[in-house]
Every structure is written in structure tokens, then in C-alpha cells.
């Protein structure tokens, strides 16, 4: 018998969710990420629960123990229980009734074997009790242990049901996958047959999906699944994973942390922006990190322009493209960068010159001073 030992289960704030449930006669089980990463050593972030409670009796029970209930997804069965302050996402048991790749339309169950047919992986159809008991109804451990994403029954199926799962299938493998023995071609050559579902996919789910693999460890081999078979260039025309590996191997090097922006900088592609939905700040990260990829200026500039973080971002990205190593210097070079101030102000400059031709007088000083390795002097420059 398998059992899941993980400090989350056995604290009280949990334990008094499950209970609730549980005193009232109603089952209660861990499902899900919860109990897959606790399987693995990974670390557990939420708590989802399955019951075969419906939602207004989650509610009452809840209410009855004196926990406060969010109805975050009444309508289709899912109620946020908070226990002293902890959010625990609890769902009635379903099966689908019809879907259509992007919705599902839902009924409820008493059977937590319908609830987990309905899920995309088998390492995602695990269940735990809770003393922590696992319930493996779909025989997904053996999957888990080999770290082996498959879908449950028909890919197929499970895709055209929703086409997300496309983009789930490349992201789990990046995150849980077994990079030795790749993705499961079963499920690779059904995302290569159902690529025109990804046409009905909201940006914004799009983006999410791409953002959570590209901040895996390594998502390099599971990027390249997605070109093999054809993903990538229907979520983003004309992009290229050939320096993506580079990169990560730059990254590990420096001991740099993931940033899904940079490597989705080295991932090129025409004009991402319009394919994605992204916020302000990734846009103008994206921007900044295409500039400093075609640039020619060297770690200092870079440095004085964008600042440490994002100026080492570049360096990585550009090496990453040019398939050359990092300059030996640049973290110093970069620091010296940042933390040099322009001698000359637009007050030096006044009368002699005013508006646009001010200005352009500053910024060709400033170009003057950058390429002079920050060593001209106010006069110097003033002088000019």
C-alpha cells in the first residue's frame, strides 16, 4: 500500500477541512498535483480535494465547522474552502457529459472512478485518502515512477475534449518527464494530429501554458517535441529552438535562474506579441532583450542602458544566439555599467542649444562617452 507522508496532509488547518467532509458521511481525497508531487519529493503549492459532496453541501459543511467557502467555480462543482488561511480547492466528482476542445459541459458523480476518467495524465489521476492512503484507480504510478506523461485511454480523445492538453502534455514532460526516454509517442503523434484545434484556444490560456514550460528547468528537449511536431509553429510562426539548449546551458553555467522571457527571446518567431497576450512588463522585457540580441554593444553598455539583471539576460541571449561563449569579464563589466552616471546634463549644454537639437547633443555625447568605457569627463565631453 502506497502512502503519501508530506507535512501538508497531517496539519491542522487541512485536517479540518477533510474532516468537515468526512463527519458528514462524504468521502475526501487529495487529488491530483497535491499527491503527485508529494509522491516525487516535489514541493506542493495547492491543496485540491475530490468529494462526492455536491458543492452546497461542501458549503454547508464548511459553514458548519466555522470555515469560510469561496464558490470560485459553483457552477461546475468547485468551492475554496479557506482553513486559517489556507485556500483548499474542493470539487465535487464529475464526468463529462459533452465537450467541445475548449468547455465541457459536466454532471455530477458519486463514483471517483468517473472523476478520474475525465482527467488528461495518468500520473494526474491519483488520489490520496486522508491518512494518506494513495488511490490509484488508473494505474498511474508506475507511469509516475518512470516519469512518463501519457494520457489516460485514447490521446485522441482526451485532446479533442480540450485542446490545452496539447501544450499540458509539452509542459508536464518539461516538468516531470524522463528526458532520456522522451515524450510518449502515442501522445505526440495525436498533438500532431490535432494541431488546428489550437486555432480555438484563448490567447490568454495560450500564454499561460507557454510561460509555466519555458520556466521548467530545462524545457529544451520538450520544445523540441513541439517542433518535431508541428505545435510550435502553430502557436508562433517562424519560431526557431536551435539556441534554446545553448541557452540553458549558458544559464547553468552562470547559475542563472529560468526566465521564460529569455528564452522566449532566443525562440524568435514573427512577432510573438501577436500570438501571445502579454502583460506590459513581459512585452517590454521581450522588447528589450530583441534589442540587446542585435546590439553590438559589449557588457558595460548593455549594463548602463538596462540595468545588472536584465542586462545579463541579454548577454546570455545573444551569446545563446551566436553560439559563442560569454565574455569571461561580464558580470564585472556589466556592474561597471550600471553603476556609471553620465557626467553632462542638459543644464551643461543651455543656451547653446534647446529643444530637439538639445537632445540630439546629449545623446551623441552620451554615445561618446559609453564607447569611451565611461572615461571621458564632463569637460571632456564638454569640449566636444
Not at 281 to 306: F, N, V, W
Request: with cysteine; net charge negative.
Amino acid at each position: 500500500m502506497t502512502r503519501i507522508r508530506a507535512d501538508w496532509i497531517d496539519r491542522p488547518a487541512t485536517r479540518a477541512v477533510t474532516d468537515c467532509l468526512t463527519r458528514a458521511g462524504f468521502q475526501a481525497y487529495f487529488v491530483g498535483g497535491c499527491v503527485r508531487n508529494a509522491l516525487i519529493g516535489a514541493p506542493v503549492s495547492d491543496i485540491d480535494i475530490a468529494t462526492d459532496a455536491l458543492p452546497q453541501q461542501v458549503q454547508d459543511c464548511a459553514a458548519g465547522a466555522g470555515l469560510r467557502q469561496v464558490p470560485t467555480g459553483i457552477e461546475h462543482g468547485t468551492i475554496t474552502v479557506v482553513s486559517d488561511g489556507i485556500p483548499h480547492e474542493i470539487t465535487t466528482f464529475r464526468r463529462d457529459v459533452e465537450t467541445d476542445g475548449r468547455h465541457a459541459t459536466v454532471a455530477f458523480s458519486t463514483d471517483l472512478r468517473d472523476d478520474a476518467a475525465r482527467r488528461d495524465f495518468t500520473m494526474n489521476a491519483l488520489y490520496a485518502a486522508p491518512d494518506g492512503t494513495v488511490v490509484d484507480p488508473l494505474v498511474g504510478i508506475p507511469d509516475l515512477n518512470a516519469r512518463r506523461v501519457r494520457f489516460i485511454g485514447d490521446p485522441n480523445a482526451r485532446i479533442t475534449e480540450d485542446y490545452l492538453r496539447i501544450l499540458r502534455f509539452f509542459r508536464f514532460h518539461a516538468w516531470y518527464g524522463d528526458v532520456a526516454q522522451g515524450v510518449d509517442p502515442d501522445g505526440l503523434a495525436a498533438c500532431a494530429e490535432n494541431l488546428e484545434g489550437l486555432e480555438h484556444l484563448a490567447k490568454e490560456r495560450v500564454t499561460t501554458e507557454l510561460i509555466k514550460l519555458l520556466s521548467a528547468p530545462d524545457p529544451a528537449p520538450s520544445v523540441a517535441s513541439m517542433r518535431v511536431s508541428g505545435v510550435l509553429n502553430a502557436l508562433l510562426p517562424g519560431a526557431d529552438d536551435r539556441a534554446l539548449a545553448p541557452l540553458i546551458h549558458l544559464e547553468t553555467a552562470v547559475d542563472a535562474p529560468p526566465n521564460p522571457m529569455r528564452r522566449l527571446a532566443v525562440s524568435g518567431g514573427i512577432e510573438p506579441e501577436n500570438h501571445l497576450r502579454l502583460s506590459r512588463a513581459q512585452m517590454k522585457e521581450l522588447t528589450d532583450l530583441r534589442e540587446m540580441i542585435a546590439s553590438t554593444e559589449g557588457p558595460a553598455a548593455l549594463g548602463y542602458r538596462y540595468g545588472v539583471d536584465a542586462a545579463r539576460d541579454g548577454i546570455l541571449a545573444r551569446s545563446a544566439m551566436l553560439e559563442t561563449v560569454l565574455p569571461p569579464d561580464a558580470p564585472d563589466q556589466i556592474a561597471k555599467g550600471a553603476a556609471a552616471i553620465f557626467p553632462v546634463t542638459a543644464q551643461d549644454l543651455m543656451p547653446d542649444y534647446a529643444g530637439v537639437a538639445l537632445g540630439q547633443r546629449l545623446k551623441s555625447l552620451k554615445s561618446d562617452w559609453i564607447a569611451s568605457g565611461f572615461r571621458l569627463t564632463r569637460d571632456e565631453l564638454l569640449k566636444r
